[in-house]
């Protein structure tokens, strides 16, 4: 709580994670794997042009149209067909449209059904529970990693689950603690916490006495599919 609350300070509310409907944030959390999020939103603007805003449309789309529209994200083939196999499974669920009926299960069990989908690993599906569902699950990325290995709270290089269980067993579990705390950790990640020449001086972790101690070169990223 502690970073949380010097992160808070510095950035403020970050209003995260940007999109016009529960499908939509489903959809950007797809499409951000391995792309800068300037990237997402341009496909997702192609995505409106189109009309393929619903899971049904989607999976109605020409597969061609589909992957021109997706080709801003990068690897738009493998992200068409990722994003296929969501909607597939967002319909087995239950209704689509905008607000899937999916997203209403248990959190543990649309976690379950979320990482049986191809291509959709641990991140990802974290970041459609906690931001699409609105459901307390902790979301870990590679900045996550970088700010707690630096600070010496974790190597960073340990397994996905180790990770979110470090966050959810010593925070409240709130979906909205969450949903800033990570969105707070992306803040810090893209303006002081780089991978190289990281900005520690300036940054509000690196100037906390009880945090600067700690820090140290971070592992290099994984950039394997989330």
Request: charged share 25%; proline share 7%; net charge neutral.
């Amino acid at each position: 709580m502690r970073i949380y609350r010097l992160l808070l300070a510095r950035f403020g509310p970050r209003d995260w994670w940007p999109g016009e409907s529960p499908f939509e944030v489903m959809t950007g959390a797809v499409l951000t794997q391995n792309t800068a999020w300037r990237n997402v939103e341009r496909a997702i603007a192609n995505l409106r042009a189109l009309g393929l805003t619903t899971p049904e449309a989607v999976l109605a789309a020409d597969g061609e149209a589909l992957e021109r529209a997706l080709v801003p994200s990068g690897y738009y083939t493998v992200k068409a067909r990722r994003l296929r196999a969501l909607c597939s499974s967002v319909l087995e669920g239950g209704a689509g449209g905008l607000d899937p009926e999916v997203l209403r299960l248990p959190l543990e069990a649309l976690r379950e059904r979320l990482l049986s989908v191809n291509g959709v690993g641990p991140e990802t599906a974290d970041s459609i529970v906690l931001y699409a569902a609105g459901k307390p699950s902790f979301v870990v990325d590679a900045y996550t990693r970088r700010i707690l290995s630096r600070h010496s709270l974790a190597a960073g290089d340990e397994p996905y689950e180790e990770i979110r269980a470090l966050f959810m067993d010593s925070l409240p579990r709130d979906a909205r603690l969450y949903n800033e705390y990570h969105a707070l950790l992306v803040a810090a990640g893209n303006m002081y916490c780089r991978p190289r020449a990281p900005r520690c001086a300036e940054c509000p972790l690196g100037g906390d006495p009880l945090l600067a101690g700690g820090l140290r070169e971070a592992p290099a990223a994984d950039t394997r599919a989330r």
